[in-house]
Structure formats: C-alpha cells, structure tokens
C-alpha cells in the first residue's frame, strides 16, 4: 500500500516537473523568437528579414561550430590523458613477494607490543612420533611380501595355490 502510494506521488511529481520544463522552453522560446507578422510587410521589408535571419543563423552557426569543436578536443585530451595513465600504471614493476618465516611469538610481539610476555612454544605440545618403529614396520612389509612373490613364482607357487585352493573347499 504504501509503496504504491509512493510509485503515485513520484508520478505526479515527474508529470509537473514536465509541464515546468514545457512552460519554460515556450516562455524562452517567445522572448528569443517572438511571432512575426508577414502578411502586412512588403516585398523589401520581407529581403531584409530574411537576410537578418539569415545573419542570426550564421552566428548562431558559428558558436554551435565552436562549442563543437572544444568537445571535440576535450574529449581527445581526456582520451590521451587516460591513455597516459594507463601507461604509467603499465611501467612500474611489482615486486616479488617472498616468504618470511615469523615465529608466533614474533607475531605476538606485533600485535601487542610490549604487553606480550608469555612465550609460546608450540611444538612442545606435538605428539613425538619415533622414527624408529615407523620403519621396521615398513621393512618387515616389504620383505613379507617379496617372500610371498618369491614363494609364488613358477610352477611351484601354482601348484600351492591350486592345493590351497582344493583343500579349503
């Protein structure tokens, strides 16, 4: 409701601000152009009329030329000027960013100042995984199934596999 109410006022608004714009060009149009009277003015009085016209037209012309031609060559300075700008911007090199490594209490120290104190150790709280276990594992896998592969080779390993096979059933 109430936005209809505003879509109506903001027309009849726009439709009086356009009978405004009417009235002022007629307005200016009467002062710069008054209605002229043909029928009562002899052939003479009709020439210089039409020859004062035509000098009104020439210099109106001629500012409408002018006007013209300052657009013109403001709208090529504003090109080129963007065109220098862009090339400008082109001409500078950004540098490489590289990788800084910063320890926490670096960054603490940063963003608090001289309020931090406390020392953070992180990898204090990691778990410790011992190398040692990780690779007997490994090796006794790796050797477990080479003995398998070995084992299995030739007609020898078909055979177990065909016996396997014969006797689970």
């Known amino acids: 409701m109430l936005k209809s109410m505003m879509v109506a006022r903001a027309k009849e608004e726009l439709e009086q601000e356009m009978e405004e714009k009417e009235e002022e060009k007629s307005k200016y149009l009467e002062e710069k152009a008054p209605p002229m009277q043909i029928s009562c003015m002899s052939l003479t009085e009709l020439e210089t009329l039409c020859e004062e016209l035509h000098a009104q037209i020439d210099v109106v012309d ?25 090339d400008l911007r082109g001409k500078f090199k950004r540098p490489s960013l590289r990788r800084v490594r910063v320890s926490a ?11 931090h104190k406390v020392s953070l150790d992180l990898r204090a709280n990691l778990k410790s995984v011992k190398k040692e276990d990780t690779e007997k594992v490994s090796t006794a ?16 390993g078909r ?10 059933q």
Not at 72 to 86: A, F, G, P, Q, Y
Not at 105 to 115: P, Q, T
Not at 159 to 167: I, P, Q, R, V, W
């Open 62 to 86: 001629e500012e409408r030329y002018d006007i013209e031609a300052k657009v013109m060559h403001n709208s090529r300075e504003i090109k080129d000027l963007n065109i220098k700008v862009l």
């Open 105 to 115: 209490d670096a960054i603490l120290r940063s963003l608090l100042g001289s309020k």
């Open 141 to 156: 896998e790796v050797s477990d199934w080479r003995k398998n592969v070995e084992a299995m080779s030739g007609m020898e």
């Open 159 to 168: 055979m177990k596999m065909f016996d396997a096979a014969g006797s689970s």
